[in-house]
């Protein structure tokens, strides 16, 4: 099975060598690296203080989502 082409993207191709996702964005934006920003959604950084990384999940990147998901359970 071929994985998407993108850098960092490990999900399985589904066409033009760009998974669902980055199929998706390529074709609505001619690009597959441009995500489109809504201006009601909060800055696409990590939320833990003094972090500035880009979130990965529930407001907080890789490393501080694993974190706080430790600390909470
Ligand atoms: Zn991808
Ligand atoms: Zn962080």
Known sequence: MNLCIMENC???VKAKKY????H????RHGDPNTIKVRKSDPPA???WVRCE?????KGYCA???YIQ?????
Do not use: G
């Open 10 to 12: 490990i999900k399985p």
């Open 69 to 73: 998901r430790m600390m909470k359970s």
């Open 24 to 27: 998706q964005r390529w074709r």
């Open 19 to 22: 998974c669902a996702m980055h």
């Open 63 to 65: 490393k501080h989502y």
């Open 53 to 57: 990384k880009p979130t990965l999940c």
């Open 45 to 47: 950084v990590c939320q």
